[in-house]
Nanobody, 124 residues
Framework: QVRLVERGGGLVHTGDSLRVSCVAY????????MAWFRQAPGREREFVGA????????YYGDSAKGRFTISRDNAKNTLYLQINSLKPEDTAIYYC?????????????????WGQGTQVTVSS
């Protein structure tokens, strides 16, 4: 089973762009569907998007369409999330998650491996 470590969060300003990454250790990264979720204070964990094992299929949650781009590099065991035109409401802890074959579409319970999260704070 892989272990996931997110990197790249921080304090940014409204309108900035940011790329966060998730490195997988152990296991075979290319076996896993990967996903990004985020959780703001006092709110439920929200699905951002997911990408198939080979990168050939990507889907996004409704709130992430347009400014968010998910990609992966299986040679580097790394998942990426590019966020453009950041807004204060994007402030959250961003988590990556993995599963061999998620049964649902965008539910936290569909993914059984999680990273510790990385904080993204967007100042106005």
């Amino acid at each position: 089973q892989v272990r996931l470590v997110e990197r790249g969060g921080g304090l940014v300003h409204t309108g900035d762009s940011l790329r966060v990454s998730c490195v997988a250790y152990g296991g075979t990264f290319s076996d896993y569907y990967m996903a990004w979720f985020r959780q703001a204070p006092g709110r439920e964990r929200e699905f951002v998007g997911a990408i198939r094992w080979d990168g050939g299929y990507i889907y996004y949650g409704d709130s992430a369409k347009g400014r968010f781009t998910i990609s992966r590099d299986n040679a580097k065991n790394t998942l990426y999330l590019q966020i453009n035109s950041l807004k204060p409401e994007d402030t959250a802890i961003y988590y990556c998650a993995a599963d061999i074959y998620p049964l649902g579409r965008g539910r936290p319970q569909d993914f059984n491996v999680w990273g510790q999260g990385t904080q993204v704070t967007v100042s106005s």
